[in-house]
Every structure is written in structure tokens, then in C-alpha cells.
């Protein structure tokens, strides 16, 4: 009988063990990761507003493992070795194998700016989304007793989707996070500070601006062109003037670090030939110099053959790299050979808040209110895809109605 770790239960990971459970063979799958349930790590940011409690972005992976097939370990993956086909958990416990797909999903870069992990908050998870809003709540119910100016200042660093789609939630939240404080909506400040002047390049500039305007009407400020220099304490340094390099200081008692991500540690841990956490795969999403090693989602890096860059590090991507990750893996175990992984973008949808998204289907742009109706389309999609009917039912969104 061969032996498949499946090593992470985000996007990816469930998405190959949803297929490879679904198939026959002769084959006993071990999954691993360090929660015991999986989370939409695309609806982080509604936890880190307080829009969404956890428990509606988690499963509990026992829901989705069969028994007779599967066994889930709940452990720190620590390093993988490619050579001796085996895997070291921080319990202690390792595990041989003789297929892994690898799916550790990502972490919240810093770019080596000083005072990032000291001095900014991440999301990068449940436990440190829900940091944030227990930060945002506490700096709040400290104004009452303070009345300090800066506890009503979010700073946002990074208008990415992730930042994008969190200050939308923070919108959302804001007359309830003004109250706690005693203050009325207007006073509190919300800033997101950015990089480059054109944002969200992957949108025409009609659709970013739509996204943009609609923030700035509802009171968000954008420093943009301003990229973060440096975070001390309740501080974003920024450079104000690219030709002098003169820098700005604004002060806010919570900073909110949204300014990309790479993947797992442990892909440099083990050697495997990285950048940022991501490996370069073979078009059958292998690694290059072992067949028996999948690398899918936010630690792989496959190339866009059109533009000779990477695809982005999408929920999208990493379920389609899952699932053709455990296609792949069966046409092995059975002798065939399939065709190369390929990758057709649907879109991409930012929600803004509950009621607002935009974004591209296919080739339509899509706006506001309706386009939230397909936000929640695509969440429920890809939350069927990993955790099928029961979770759809149990989490699925369908306020569509509002
Ligand atoms: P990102 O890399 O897409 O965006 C990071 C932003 O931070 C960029 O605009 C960049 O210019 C800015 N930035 C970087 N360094 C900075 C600095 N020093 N100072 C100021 N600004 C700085 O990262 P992300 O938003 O975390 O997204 C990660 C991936 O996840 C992307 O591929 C994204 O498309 C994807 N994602 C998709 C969705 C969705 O489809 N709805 C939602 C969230 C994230």
C-alpha cells in the first residue's frame, strides 16, 4: 500500500484529499496540520474587523476526512526530506511517504522593514485576525479613559486585495467599534498607507478607481505613493518624497501589516530551491528534481507562461493546484500519464464590506451591490470545493437579500 502525506489542510490540501478520497486505489493518505479545523483564509479580514466570528470561516478537518482512508495528525510541520522521503514533526513523530503534496500555505511578509514584527499587527491566521479585532476593541474602550487620538486611529499598510477587502470590513464595523468608544463614526480615522500610486494593477483603472472612490467616500484616507519605511511603536515611518527621500510619521495605536506574503518556512527549512517560500514547479506541479513531491497553493510558484511570471497566490489557483496535484498523483499510482496543469483565471472579486465587491468575471466587470451577490457565489464555490455540501449548508453565505 503507498503512503501519500498531505501535508497542510488549507485550500490546496483539501481540495487533493477531497479527490483522492473520492477515488479508489491502494493508497492510505495522512494528512497533517497544526489546527485541528481548516479556515477561509480569504474572509480573514471579516474576523480582524469583527464582522465574522471565527466560527464562520472554520470547519473541523475531522468533518472532511474519511477514516478509512485518511488519518489526520494534528502537528507543526517542521521539515520535509526529500532524499529519505520522510517528514518531522514538532511532536517528534516522523512520517514516511511515498508521495507528499505539500500545502503549508503562506505567512505575512515583512520585507525586512524594521519594526514589522515588533510594532505592526499580521492577519495571516485565525488566532492573529482575532488579535487584531481584540486589539482594535481594546485600543477603543481605552479612549474612554484616555481620550488619546491615536487610539482611534487603524492604520492599514498595504492596499492589496488583502488590505482592500479589510478596510471595507472596517467600514463595516466602524459605528459599532465608535460606540465602544463613546464617539460618533466620523472620529474614527482610518488610513491605509501604500507603495505605488496605481493601485490594484491586476483591475483596469475604471474598476481599481471604482474600489478606491468608493473607500474614500466612505471616509478611509489613502497615502498612496508613499511606500512604509520603517514601524516603531504606534508609528508608520513613510517615505514622503521619493526624490529627497524625506520621510513622514503618522502616529495610530493600531497598524494593520497587509503588504503581501511569502510561503511557508518550512519549503527554506527543508532546502527546497525558493524564493520568498515559493518553489518554481514542474508543469505537472512536482517538484523539479522529485516526482513524488507535489507542491501546491501559496508555497508554489507556477509560471504564467504569458507574462514569465508566477500565477498569484490565490484561493483559485491553489484549488485547482489541489486538485490536479491528487489527479496527477492517481494517473501515477495507476501507470498513465495526464495532461500538463494549466491554469484559466475566473476573475477576481474584492468584497468592500458585505453589500459592496468588484471585480472581473471572466471578462465583465462586475460593481457594488450585485457584484457582492457574487463575492458570496465564490465563496460558497470554493467552500464546497474543500469541505462539500455539509460546510456549504453550515457557513455557506446566503444573505443575498439584504
Ligand atoms: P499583494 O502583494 O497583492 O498587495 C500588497 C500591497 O502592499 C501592494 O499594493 C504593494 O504595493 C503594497 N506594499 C508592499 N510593500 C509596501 C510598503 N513597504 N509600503 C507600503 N505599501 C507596500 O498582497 P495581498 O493583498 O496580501 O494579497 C496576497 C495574494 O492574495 C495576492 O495574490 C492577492 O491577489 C490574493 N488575494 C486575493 C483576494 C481575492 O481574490 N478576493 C483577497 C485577498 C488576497
Given at each position: 500500500?503507498?503512503?501519500?502525506?498531505?501535508?497542510?489542510?488549507?485550500?490546496?490540501?483539501?481540495?487533493?484529499?477531497?479527490?483522492?478520497q473520492?477515488?479508489?486505489?491502494?493508497?492510505h493518505?495522512?494528512?497533517?496540520?497544526?489546527?485541528?479545523?481548516?479556515?477561509e483564509?480569504?474572509?480573514?479580514?471579516?474576523?480582524?474587523?469583527?464582522?465574522?466570528?471565527?466560527?464562520?470561516?472554520?470547519?473541523?478537518?475531522?468533518?472532511?476526512?474519511?477514516?478509512?482512508?485518511?488519518?489526520?495528525?494534528?502537528?507543526?510541520?517542521?521539515?520535509?526530506?526529500?532524499?529519505?522521503?520522510?517528514?518531522t514533526?514538532?511532536?517528534?513523530?516522523?512520517?514516511?511517504?511515498?508521495?507528499?503534496?505539500?500545502?503549508?500555505?503562506?505567512?505575512?511578509?515583512?520585507?525586512?522593514?524594521?519594526?514589522?514584527?515588533?510594532?505592526?499587527?499580521?492577519?495571516?491566521?485565525?488566532?492573529?485576525?482575532?488579535?487584531?479585532?481584540?486589539?482594535?476593541?481594546?485600543?477603543?474602550?481605552?479612549?474612554?479613559?484616555?481620550?488619546?487620538?491615536?487610539?482611534?486611529?487603524?492604520?492599514?499598510c498595504?492596499?492589496?486585495?488583502?488590505?482592500?477587502?479589510?478596510?471595507?470590513?472596517?467600514?463595516?464595523?466602524?459605528?459599532?467599534?465608535?460606540?465602544?468608544?463613546?464617539v460618533?463614526?466620523?472620529?474614527?480615522?482610518?488610513?491605509?498607507?501604500?507603495?505605488?500610486?496605481?493601485?490594484?494593477?491586476?483591475?483596469?483603472?475604471d474598476?481599481?478607481?471604482?474600489?478606491?472612490?468608493?473607500?474614500?467616500?466612505?471616509?478611509?484616507?489613502?497615502?498612496?505613493?508613499?511606500?512604509?519605511?520603517?514601524?516603531?511603536?504606534?508609528?508608520?515611518?513613510?517615505?514622503?518624497?521619493?526624490?529627497?527621500?524625506?520621510?513622514?510619521?503618522?502616529?495610530?495605536?493600531?497598524?494593520?501589516?497587509?503588504?503581501?506574503?511569502?510561503?511557508?518556512?518550512?519549503?527554506?527549512?527543508?532546502?527546497?530551491?525558493?524564493?520568498?517560500?515559493?518553489?518554481?514547479?514542474?508543469?505537472?506541479?512536482?517538484?523539479?528534481?522529485?516526482d513524488?513531491?507535489?507542491?501546491?497553493?501559496?508555497?508554489?510558484?507556477?509560471?504564467?507562461?504569458?507574462?514569465?511570471?508566477?500565477?498569484?497566490?490565490?484561493?483559485?489557483?491553489?484549488?485547482?493546484?489541489?486538485?490536479?496535484?491528487?489527479?496527477?498523483?492517481?494517473?501515477?499510482?495507476?501507470?498513465?500519464?495526464?495532461?500538463?496543469?494549466?491554469?484559466?483565471?475566473?476573475?477576481?472579486?474584492?468584497?468592500?464590506?458585505?453589500?459592496?465587491?468588484?471585480?472581473?468575471?471572466?471578462?465583465?466587470?462586475?460593481?457594488?451591490?450585485?457584484?457582492?451577490?457574487v463575492?458570496?457565489?465564490?465563496?460558497?464555490?470554493?467552500?464546497?470545493?474543500?469541505?462539500?455540501?455539509?460546510?456549504?449548508?453550515?457557513?455557506?453565505?446566503?444573505?443575498?437579500?439584504?
Open positions: 500500500m503507498k503512503e501519500i502525506v498531505i501535508l497542510g489542510a488549507g485550500y490546496a490540501g483539501l481540495r487533493a484529499l477531497h479527490r483522492l473520492a477515488s479508489k486505489g491502494d493508497f493518505i495522512t494528512l497533517v496540520d497544526r489546527n485541528n479545523y481548516h479556515y483564509a480569504t474572509d480573514l479580514h471579516e474576523v480582524a474587523a469583527g464582522t465574522q466570528l471565527k466560527e464562520k470561516i472554520t470547519y473541523t478537518i475531522s468533518d472532511v476526512v474519511k477514516p478509512s482512508v485518511t488519518t489526520f495528525i494534528q502537528a507543526k510541520v517542521e521539515t520535509i526530506n526529500r532524499e529519505a522521503k520522510t517528514v514533526l514538532d511532536n517528534g513523530q516522523v512520517l514516511n511517504y511515498d508521495y507528499a503534496i505539500v500545502s503549508l500555505g503562506f505567512r505575512s511578509e515583512s520585507f525586512g522593514i524594521t519594526g514589522v514584527e515588533d510594532n505592526a499587527l499580521e492577519m495571516v491566521d485565525i488566532e492573529s485576525a482575532e488579535k487584531v479585532y481584540r486589539h482594535i476593541v481594546g485600543q477603543m474602550q481605552d479612549y474612554n479613559k484616555t481620550q488619546n487620538p491615536d487610539d482611534l486611529k487603524i492604520v492599514v498595504g492596499a492589496g486585495f488583502t488590505g482592500i477587502e479589510l478596510l471595507g470590513a472596517l467600514i463595516e464595523s466602524r459605528a459599532a467599534l465608535a460606540k465602544i468608544a463613546g460618533s463614526d466620523t472620529q474614527l480615522e482610518i488610513y491605509c498607507v501604500e507603495a505605488v500610486t496605481r493601485l490594484l494593477p491586476m483591475f483596469d483603472e474598476l481599481a478607481d471604482y474600489g478606491i472612490s468608493s473607500l474614500k467616500n466612505w471616509g478611509i484616507k489613502f497615502l498612496t505613493g508613499k511606500p512604509i519605511k520603517e514601524i516603531r511603536p504606534n508609528t508608520v515611518i513613510y517615505q514622503d518624497d521619493k526624490e529627497t527621500g524625506t520621510t513622514k510619521e503618522l502616529s495610530a495605536n493600531t497598524i494593520i501589516w497587509t503588504t503581501g506574503v511569502s510561503g511557508s518556512q518550512v519549503m527554506e527549512a527543508s532546502g527546497f530551491s525558493q524564493r520568498r517560500g515559493r518553489v518554481i514547479v514542474s508543469d505537472n506541479l512536482t517538484d523539479s528534481d522529485f513524488n513531491v507535489y507542491i501546491v497553493g501559496d508555497v508554489s510558484a507556477f509560471m504564467n507562461k504569458e507574462n514569465n511570471r508566477p500565477y498569484p497566490t490565490t484561493a483559485q489557483v491553489a484549488l485547482k493546484m489541489g486538485d490536479y496535484a491528487a489527479k496527477h498523483l492517481l494517473a501515477q499510482l495507476r501507470g498513465n500519464e495526464i495532461e500538463k496543469f494549466t491554469f484559466k483565471s475566473l476573475g477576481s472579486v474584492a468584497s468592500i464590506g458585505n453589500t459592496h465587491a468588484f471585480g472581473m468575471v471572466g471578462k465583465s466587470a462586475v460593481k457594488g451591490y450585485p457584484a457582492s451577490f463575492k458570496k457565489a465564490i465563496m460558497d464555490k470554493s467552500l464546497f470545493a474543500t469541505g462539500g455540501v455539509k460546510e456549504v449548508l453550515a457557513k455557506g453565505r446566503f444573505d443575498l437579500y439584504h
